[in-house]
C-alpha cells in the first residue's frame, strides 16, 4: 500500500521559475491537504480539498494554485518562485473528514534561489 | 477561527524522565484532537488521538486526555526514551471545521 506519494523529493528553483509538486494517494481519500514547513516552525495550511473539484484556501494561499480534478490527484502549482517559498512541503489526505486520521508523504524540499 | 497552542520547545531530557508537553486548543463545535510525531527527515506520522470529551488516546506510553472544561489535550509519558526524540505536532480536525490545523511543534531531545 504506497499511502501518499510526493514527487520530487528535493528541487531547486530560480526566482521567477514554475513548477508544480505533486501528490498523489491509493486509499480513496477525500481530504487532502497541502502544508509547508518552514525551518524550526509548524505546519501551515495552503490549501485543501474535500473532494474531487472542490479545494479552498487555507492559511497562506497567496503564491501557490491547486486543483483536484481526480480523487487520487492533488498537485500544488507555484507560478512565479520566490525565496519566500523555500520550505519543506508536505501532502496529507484523510478519509471521511478531517476528524480521522491523516497520513503524510514524505514531503519535497523545496529551495528557490 | 479554530487553532492550536503548544509549548515552545526545544524540551530536553535525561532518558527514563517524565514528559509533558502542553496544548490547549480553541474550537467551535467538537472536533478530534491528535498528536503527532516527526522523526527527522520523515513526514508526519499519527501517534494517538481522541475524538470527545474525557476521551484518551494512548499509543507507545504515550498517552493524551480530551479536556473540554480546560481547552487541553497534553502528551504525557512516563518515561522517555531516546529513541523518543521528535517533533510532537498537536492538532485539531473535523466537528465545525473542514481543515486539519496543527500547533508548532514541540521538538523533545531525549538524552542518554
Known amino acids: 500500500n504506497a499511502g501518499v506519494t510526493q514527487t520530487p523529493k528535493f528541487r531547486i528553483l530560480k526566482i521567477g521559475q514554475s513548477m508544480t509538486l505533486q501528490c498523489a494517494q491509493d486509499?480513496?481519500?477525500?481530504?487532502m491537504y497541502w502544508y509547508r514547513q518552514d525551518p524550526g516552525m509548524g505546519l501551515k495550511l495552503i490549501y485543501y480539498?474535500?473532494?474531487?473539484?472542490?479545494?479552498d484556501k487555507g492559511e497562506v494561499p497567496n503564491g501557490y494554485n491547486v486543483s483536484r480534478s481526480t480523487t487520487e490527484d492533488f498537485p500544488l502549482r507555484l507560478e512565479l518562485a520566490a525565496p519566500s517559498q523555500t520550505s519543506v512541503y508536505f501532502c496529507?489526505?484523510?478519509?471521511?473528514?478531517?476528524?480521522?486520521?491523516?497520513?503524510f508523504g514524505q514531503g519535497t524540499r523545496l529551495t528557490v534561489v | 477561527g479554530d487553532s492550536v497552542t503548544q509549548m515552545e520547545g526545544p524540551v530536553t531530557l535525561s532518558e527514563e524522565a517524565f514528559l509533558t508537553i502542553n496544548c490547549t486548543y480553541t474550537?467551535?463545535?467538537?472536533?478530534?484532537l491528535f498528536w503527532y510525531v516527526q522523526y527527522p527527515g520523515e513526514g508526519l506520522q499519527l501517534l494517538l488521538k481522541?475524538?470527545?470529551?474525557?476521551d484518551k488516546g494512548s499509543n507507545k506510553g504515550f498517552e493524551a486526555t480530551y479536556r473540554k472544561e480546560t481547552t487541553s489535550f497534553h502528551l504525557e509519558k512516563g518515561s522517555v526514551q531516546v529513541s523518543d526524540s521528535a517533533v510532537y505536532f498537536c492538532a485539531l480536525g473535523g466537528g465545525a471545521t473542514n481543515k486539519l490545523i496543527f500547533g508548532t511543534g514541540t521538538l523533545l531531545a531525549v538524552q542518554p
Open positions: 480539498s474535500v473532494g474531487a473539484g472542490i479545494t
Open positions: 481522541a475524538t470527545k470529551a474525557d
Open positions: 496529507a489526505s484523510s478519509d471521511t473528514s478531517p476528524g480521522a486520521r491523516a497520513f
Open positions: 486509499m480513496n481519500h477525500n481530504y
Open positions: 474550537a467551535t463545535g467538537y472536533p478530534s
